[in-house]
């Protein structure tokens, strides 16, 4: 058959449009993305048609025409920011959105983002008021800082702390502690923007009390001590603790901590590595405590100031304050985050990142065993091994790096058919599950996934087996 024949078997685009698939399509499709999804599909085969492809390859993409156009509709419909599970078992994970929020926050979000609200109204004394009233009193009164002020991320809290209380001044701060934080972002350059200047003491494995001594001059504004939350330096090391460094305070040298990950309540207690809390900080004598809200904490993205309220009361004034304060969607969900936090034992079964930190391994087990029992009589033996192993949880998102917390993971193994392609097709799934291949592999942390999440991952995981 010659190449004029197959063009002449491409449907004309108000065909196509006739055809009662594609009308059900329009129903719900916007008909400019239909349009390009025909386009589309038809420039796909003129290709294949000009590049002289295989006549059954051709003959197969006209047969399927409609059929994906269809698909290519439904591709262009979806949000590209979607849902996903996490069955990675990395609980804090960066690339997947970072903490969860409880599903009772949304409704007060909802409420807040759909009806007008008080953001900016004192409702007592009838006039404006300030959209950080609404935080500052739960937030100290959970540190223990006189005041506090809150942003759009860590990076803007230290951005802005800096700026206002150390321009043109120099801050000391740890060779051991210019740490990278995430997107290549490192805090000699955050310092750099705020117009501080870095006074770097110590080593990067040693700094002594007396290196910060040394480093004080008429010029010091700051010691900054930074908590290595993303990594540990492990061996011939020393570092000296807030606790020690207050000593060096004065009326116009200030301490301030950025603790990074920004954990709440003393997580050893529950079998977890010891990670310096916020209130601990600002007892240990730290003038300003920055933190992040969505990693330990396990609220929205945001970054976080308490401490003296002088200090804080400045911030508020510093031009920088406008570009980088939060909306009111954060400031109602972290609200609602830190109210689960006036009762640890709330937090501990409110906050989703806590309540995976501390899941038990007979909880997670059962999940396993409950999921296997369901997909055996479905999956065909000579095709796919179900087991149960033993593997290792991570924190993530930045904080206790070193942690490696107990879970058990569904492993899948295939007996034919490739497990790349499987993985392939748990993610293009209609709700992806990200999962991680380990030795010829898949396997499915139950730690990061919830129980109602189970039916999602059967599903997906027949919907994979039907292309072994």
Known sequence: MSNKKYYQMIPKVDEILADDRILDILKTSPRKIVIE???????KIRSLIQENEDENRIIT???ELILNIINNCIAKNKFSLRRVVNATGVIIHTNLGRSLLNPDIIDNIMQIS???????????????GSRYSHLEKII????????????????????????????????????GELIEIGGSFRIP???EQSGAILKEVGTTNKTHFEDYLNAIDDETSCIMKVHTSNYKILGFTSDVPVSELKKLKSDKILLIEDLGSGVLIDLSKYGISYEPTVSDSIKNGADIVTFSGDKLLGGPQAGIIVG???????????????????DKFTISALEATFRYYLDEATALSNVPTLSMIVKSIDDIEKQVLRVIDILKPKINSEEIIFDIVD?????????????????????????????????????NYEIPVISRIFKDRVLFDFRTIREDE???????????????
């Open 37 to 43: 999804a025909i386009n589309e599909e038809i420039d």
């Open 61 to 63: 993409e006209l047969n």
């Open 114 to 128: 759909t009806n007008y609200s008080n953001l900016e109204f004192d409702i007592e004394k009838g006039k404006r």
């Open 140 to 175: 100290s009164q959970i540190t223990g800082g006189e005041a506090a002020l809150v942003v759009n991320n860590n990076a803007a809290a230290v951005l802005l702390v800096l700026s206002t209380v150390a321009k043109d001044k120099n801050v000391i701060v740890s060779r």
């Open 189 to 191: 350059e955050v310092m």
């Open 308 to 326: 003296k309220k002088e200090l804080i009361d400045k911030m508020k004034k510093n031009p920088l304050t406008r570009a980088l304060r939060v």
């Open 391 to 427: 593997d290792f949880s991570e924190v993530g998102g930045g904080s206790l790096p070193l942690e490696k917390i107990n879970t058990k993971c569904l492993a899948i193994e295939l007996l034919r058919g490739n497990i790349v392609d499987f993985e392939r097709n748990l993610r």
């Open 454 to 468: 189970e039916e999602i991952v059967i599903e997906a995981i027949l919907n994979a087996c039907k292309y072994i």
